[in-house]
């Protein structure tokens, strides 16, 4: 892969939008970084587009970037309310994604859409 690369896929919200966004992070990464990157940058990505099919509208677009430094995955969806990470329910089946991307990447973060409505989530792994 070239130093620089990046890569738009575009999703429709449904229960394989999370597989299809795996298996395209983990082909991205792969041989721009270390396979325990690309599986953990694989990891976060599903549980980032799980969240936009749950609580997101409209199309999910991943966008995956690597530039010599670290590897970036940016999911955004049409939905313009900012998450919030909610405190760990041990009961509670789900709502520990955005636990895992804060605990499992270098950076990460939450930002309104730049252009229209919705919002872009991200995390970083170097």
């Avoid at 299809?20 to 396979?35: D, K, P």
């Avoid at 990891?43 to 980032?48: H, N, R």
Wanted: net charge negative.
């Amino acid at each position: 892969m070239d130093l620089a690369s990046r890569e738009v896929l575009t999703l429709v919200p449904s229960r394989r939008a999370p597989a299809r966004a795996r298996e395209a992070v983990l082909t991205f990464a792969m041989g721009s970084v270390s396979a325990e990157t690309a599986e953990t940058a694989e990891l976060l990505a599903s549980e980032l587009v799980t969240n936009a099919v749950m609580h997101g509208c409209g199309p999910i677009t991943v966008l995956m970037e690597y530039d010599g430094d670290g590897l970036g995955v940016t999911v955004c969806d049409g939905e313009p309310a900012l998450p919030a990470v909610p405190e760990p329910d041990p009961l509670s089946l789900g709502g520990r994604g955005l636990h895992l991307v804060a605990a499992l990447s270098d950076d990460w973060g939450v930002e309104p859409a730049s252009s229209g409505p919705g919002k872009n989530v991200w995390f970083r792994l170097a």
